[in-house]
């Protein structure tokens, strides 16, 4: 919303803007109510959502988070929370641009500087599944092609570079 917004103003620097260049706002407004409610009810899970994630990855992949014999998993916690608010955030704006610029571009860097792609994979596949299990469908299906987005961005090196 907030980068739609700002485009918008660049866009019609000088003069008024159209209908159709106001409809995302329409949208925006329309779907308020229920993304203010999707982000409460991901904040109110969002240790639910976590621990169960590292539940399965531990059983799916059980050496993922020790690399060279250091448990890792407390910083994939820190990590993986930190993630899910920026996520729960693009929710409530309606705005994945802001996401990618403020937040992903910067986190990948990171990501990539340790090796933790196939942990980021993986972690956000399996929340992805773990999302649609604990949270009614509409609020997972907001916040699944977000997730969708942070693994694309976390977990492929070569993808976004």
Request: with cysteine; proline share 3%.
């Amino acid at each position: 919303m907030l980068s739609k917004l700002q485009q918008l103003g660049t866009n019609a620097d000088g003069r008024y803007a159209s209908d159709d260049e106001l409809q995302f706002m329409d949208t925006y407004i329309t779907s308020f109510d229920s993304r203010v409610d999707a982000y409460h009810r991901i904040k109110a899970v969002e240790k639910e959502i976590v621990e169960t994630v590292l539940a399965k990855l531990q059983v799916s992949h059980p050496n993922l988070l020790l690399p060279k014999g250091e448990d890792m998993k407390n910083k994939w916690k820190q990590d993986t929370f930190r993630v899910l608010r920026h996520s729960a955030m693009t929710v409530l704006l309606d705005d994945p641009e802001l996401l990618r610029q403020q937040f992903l571009y910067w986190f990948q860097t990171i990501m990539q500087a340790f090796g933790a792609q196939e942990a980021c994979n993986v972690t956000y596949l399996i929340m992805q599944d773990v999302v649609k299990d604990i949270l009614p469908k509409d609020i997972a299906d907001l916040l699944c092609p977000i997730l969708e987005m942070n693994r694309n961005f976390l977990g492929f090196q070569s993808k976004n570079l």
